[in-house]
């Protein structure tokens, strides 16, 4: 299996929510992963392996509370704990082919390093990766 990451996807919106405690929690909203179109990277995924990623993703990892995503892409396929930055709450397949998404920056050392650079005005992106193949064609 080949490591597959994705470059950024920069149209995302950070939403600050309050929580009932007055406590203030930062969210990144928005698309996430395409599918049916050359993304960034050159490479088109078609909306039924995405539409089966999606739902997977949905129910063996977010659903557990482990959706966990790391301040810049690791070199290997495995989640390096001591790096996590956000935890992904939902991601949904629209007609459009996109894959919207919600991320809580979490208050972690990294989560806390996204925050003061997205309050400094810095523009994050959020990007995908996985284990799969690679075909070349049409």
Do not use: C, W
Request: aromatic fraction near 6%; charged fraction near 30%.
């Amino acid at each position: 299996m080949l490591l597959i990451t994705e470059e950024p996807i920069r149209d995302v919106k950070f939403v600050t929510e309050a929580r009932e405690d007055g406590k203030k929690v930062l969210y990144i909203e928005g698309p996430f992963m395409v599918a049916e179109q050359l993304n960034a990277n050159g490479r088109i995924y078609k909306r039924d392996i995405m539409e089966r990623e999606v739902e997977r993703y949905m129910s063996e990892v977010i659903k557990n509370g482990q959706g966990y995503g790391e301040l810049e892409h690791p070199e290997g396929p495995k989640i390096n704990l001591e790096r996590v930055s956000h935890l992904i709450e939902k991601l949904e397949l629209g007609k459009d082919n996109v894959v919207y998404g919600k991320a809580k920056i979490l208050e972690t050392p990294m989560g806390n390093i996204a925050r003061a650079l997205i309050d400094g005005g810095s523009k994050l992106g959020v990007s995908s990766r996985g284990l799969g193949s690679l075909r070349t064609g049409q």
